[in-house]
């Protein structure tokens, strides 16, 4: 069955710490697997994405993301957080990059001053 | 980047009325509209896929008399919530992509729906 965990509900991080979201899925073929951030009143956007090649990916405002075929993970991951960061994040995974996605229950991250 | 966007923002109604929320790609043509349903602190549950002039194709459990979904053009698709009861209450998100060659999906900002 194809489907997305992210082991932790909630996370608080204090401004200027490193973060690391978890995100692991289960897929029959290699997925596409994408983080997608979420603020209050605003829509989905996409942080960054994979499917192929170097297995540390690059992304907006900041994030990146490692992707573990071993572990069947796809960890994303900010040096230093902002308070512009706090937000509802979600791993997802889809057949290709335009089709549909299942998407993981979502880490709320809270950013304390 | 490409921008979809969605009607109502957000909407009240009464237990028993019918509800219409649109999708509409603002500057590229969708040949793809996804429809997904979120409750509060939940996550995103894809409700169907429509293709511009055929029907939509909905996922296991969603009931397709209840959940209509129009899409009629190439920039728009539609969801009416008919007869709709408390707990059809949710967050509504649609998404859109063009083709092959833009690789990517976009979504729309969402519409809250409350039913009284």
């Known amino acids: 069955a194809q489907s997305v965990t992210q082991p932790d509900i909630h996370i608080t991080v204090s401004e200027g710490a490193s973060l690391e979201l978890r995100c692991n899925y289960s897929?029959?073929?290699?997925?596409?697997l994408f983080w997608y951030v979420q603020s209050p009143g605003q829509g989905l956007q996409l942080l960054l994405k994979?499917?192929?090649?170097?297995?540390l990916v690059q992304g907006i405002k900041g994030f990146e993301a490692e992707f573990k075929r071993s572990q069947s993970s796809f960890n994303l991951r900010k040096p230093s957080v902002h308070w512009s960061d706090a937000a509802e994040y979600f791993c997802a995974v889809g057949k290709t990059s335009y089709d549909k996605v299942i998407f993981g229950p979502g880490t709320s991250l809270s950013v304390i001053p | 980047g490409a921008v979809v966007s969605q009607h109502p923002s957000w909407v009240i109604c009464k237990s028993g009325t019918s509800v219409k929320i649109e999708c509409r790609s603002l500057d590229f043509q969708a040949t793809t509209m996804f429809w997904y349903r979120q409750f509060p602190k939940q996550s995103l549950m894809l409700m169907a896929t429509?293709?511009?002039?055929?029907?939509?194709?909905?996922e296991q459990g969603v009931e397709k008399d209840k959940f209509l979904i129009n899409h009629a053009s190439l920039t728009l698709s539609t969801l009416t919530v008919t007869s709709a009861h408390p707990e059809d209450s949710s967050f509504y998100i649609c998404?859109?992509?063009?083709?092959?060659?833009?690789?990517?999906?976009?979504f729309g900002p969402g519409t809250r729906l409350t039913v009284l």
């Open positions: 429509s293709n511009e002039g055929s029907k939509a194709t909905y």
């Open positions: 994979y499917f192929s090649g170097d297995t």
């Open positions: 998404s859109a992509t063009a083709d092959l060659s833009t690789d990517t999906q976009y």
């Open positions: 897929y029959g073929a290699t997925p596409y």
